[in-house]
């Protein structure tokens, strides 16, 4: 199974890799004309298969492991019901061991239309999230936000007081439709119910500052380093007291995230910004 170290290694790296990109990227509707809702889906929309997806996370693994997870995939034809649900799972398994959340994300909506369940759904909606907001691929990513939004949209439906899948459903919303506010508001009804809701500040923080709401971002990245701090969350706070002049707290909030994370890539980085921010 993956490390604690390995996944905060490549999380704080991709924060540093696409913060620049964050930035620069506003919120469809939040800074733009006001448009009607509309879900990525839409005509002529590519569609992707857990064949399609398999086959291409596969490319630059062990070859070992690519051969255990086809052979696994090679029973799902000839298995129904308890039985492909515990194929199903060991191939979710290798999938997860690898850190590969697209296919993930297709193998737990298997599970979920072979045996209906919340924990599937969510499962489903959790790893899509995950896997189109690490993509460059946009075409894959914009087919993904859609699957997350379903899944989480599913998963609602079957246990409409879990928060975990209106946060996922909210924060899919945001960046999958034409109506962002829509989003929005799910997420605030997360926090309104749970004030210290951990994913639901970070993604409203994450928004506040996609939209450049540099004020609000840092309101939210404090009551999430409160709860429980980590490297990228000092990073987000940093770089928001960065875009509002207030260097002193910039500084010290970038030291934090280069404490927390240990790693030499990332301390390289905050270094860079901390001696231009003292000039």
């Given at each position: 199974m993956k490390s604690t170290k390995q996944i905060q290694i490549v999380v704080v790296l991709a924060v540093v890799l696409v913060m620049g990109f964050l930035l620069a990227q506003p919120i469809k509707g939040l800074v733009t004309e006001p448009q009607v809702a509309e879900t990525t889906e839409g005509a002529g929309m590519p569609k992707f298969t857990m064949a399609d997806v398999s086959a291409m996370s596969k490319q630059g693994i062990n070859n070992s492991l690519a051969a255990e997870i086809t052979e696994l995939e090679s029973k799902l034809p000839d298995s129904e019901g308890a039985d492909r649900i515990a194929i199903l799972q060991q191939i979710a398994d290798k999938w997860d061991d690898l850190a590969k959340f697209a296919p993930q994300g297709f193998v737990y909506e298997e599970m979920a239309n072979t045996t209906p369940k919340f924990e599937y759904w969510l499962q489903a909606g959790q790893n899509y999230r995950k896997a189109y907001t690490n993509l460059q691929d946009t075409v894959l990513a914009t087919e993904l936000n859609r699957m997350a939004i379903n899944a989480f949209q599913q998963a609602v439906d079957l246990d409409g007081t879990s928060l975990d899948a209106k946060t996922g459903l909210g924060a899919a919303m945001v960046t999958g439709t034409n109506n962002p506010m829509a989003?929005?508001?799910?997420?605030?009804?997360?926090?309104?119910?749970?004030?210290?809701?951990?994913?639901?500040?970070?993604?409203?923080?994450?928004?506040?500052?996609?939209?450049?709401?540099?004020?609000?971002?840092?309101?939210?990245?404090?009551?999430?380093?409160?709860?429980?701090?980590?490297?990228?969350?000092?990073?987000y706070l940093a770089t928001s007291y960065e875009n509002i002049g207030l260097k002193n707290e910039a500084i010290a909030a970038f030291q934090k995230s280069k404490e927390m994370a240990a790693d030499p890539t990332l301390s390289q980085f905050i270094d860079r910004r901390i001696e231009e921010l003292s000039k």
């Open positions: 989003g929005i508001a799910i997420l605030r009804e997360v926090i309104a119910a749970d004030p210290k809701n951990l994913e639901a500040n970070k993604t409203l923080g994450a928004f506040s500052m996609q939209s450049r709401q540099f004020d609000r971002a840092i309101e939210r990245f404090l009551t999430v380093i409160e709860i429980k701090p980590d490297a990228e969350s000092y990073f």
